[in-house]
């Protein structure tokens, strides 16, 4: 079964940063992407990131690009995201999510992931 656990999430000030990673276990073939969305109360699931197998494909959303790289250590089985410049608005619970198909055409769609962590939560205060 695979699993995924994601960690590094915690409050910040604007203007700060943090390290998410997640950590993949479990399967039987390595994911060909996996990604990064975030949630907040009543809204829908979106995409921050997401990143192809070989880590040379990445893809964002284009309002978090230049401020969230998106990175993944295969022989560590770890998927990162490395947020800068944070935001109030960046405040959310954040997750990361693998998928063995569909990649190529929706890396960036909730719709295409099957395995999914259990998100941790990021707050950035003004």
């Known amino acids: 079964q695979v699993q995924l656990q994601e960690s590094g999430g915690g409050s910040v000030q604007a203007g700060g940063s943090l390290r998410l990673s997640c950590a993949v276990s479990?399967?039987?073939?390595?994911?060909?992407?996996m990604g990064w969305f975030r949630q907040t109360p009543g809204k829908e699931r979106e995409a921050v990131a997401a990143?192809?197998?070989?880590?040379?494909?990445?893809y964002y959303d284009d309002s978090l690009k230049g401020r969230f790289t998106i990175s993944r250590d295969n022989a560590k089985n770890t998927l990162y995201l490395q947020m800068n410049s944070l935001k109030p608005e960046d405040t959310a619970m954040y997750y990361c999510?693998?998928?063995?198909?569909?990649?190529?055409?929706?890396?960036?769609?909730?719709?295409?992931?099957?395995?999914w962590g259990q998100g941790t939560q990021v707050t950035v205060s003004s």
């Open positions: 990143i192809y197998a070989g880590g040379a494909t990445t």
């Open positions: 999510s693998a998928a063995w198909s569909g990649c190529y055409s929706g890396a960036l769609l909730t719709s295409t992931y099957t395995a």
């Open positions: 479990g399967y039987t073939s390595a994911p060909y992407c």
